[in-house]
């Protein structure tokens, strides 16, 4: 079975994927000249876009690509740790 775990972050998003023990890290570069020359982790730049519809988009047609294999996916919930955001978890429940 291949499992997920997302962090839909709109700044940072990530995707840690575990297919049989082996792990795949995938996420954005913060700085332009970051790199990543692990076979396990993979950086992405993060998109250019004109508003904010277009970003996330752009974002989920990513995290989408790297999805469509995956049997379970284990979705952060938002803004973990904050106060806010308690609407989309009962909106989601």
Known sequence: MIVAGVDFSI????????????L???GF???KKQVSN??????????EYTNETERYNK???L????L????????EGYSYG???GQVFNIAVS
């Open 68 to 75: 469509k294999d995956v049997d379970l996916v284990i979705l």
């Open 82 to 84: 904050a106060a806010a």
């Open 11 to 22: 700044t940072s998003p990530a995707i840690t994927i575990n297919n049989a023990g082996e």
């Open 29 to 31: 570069k913060q700085k």
């Open 38 to 47: 692990s076979p396990v982790l993979v950086l992405h730049e993060y998109p």
């Open 63 to 66: 995290l989408m690509f790297y």
């Open 59 to 61: 974002l989920t047609d």
């Open 24 to 26: 795949l890290f995938i």
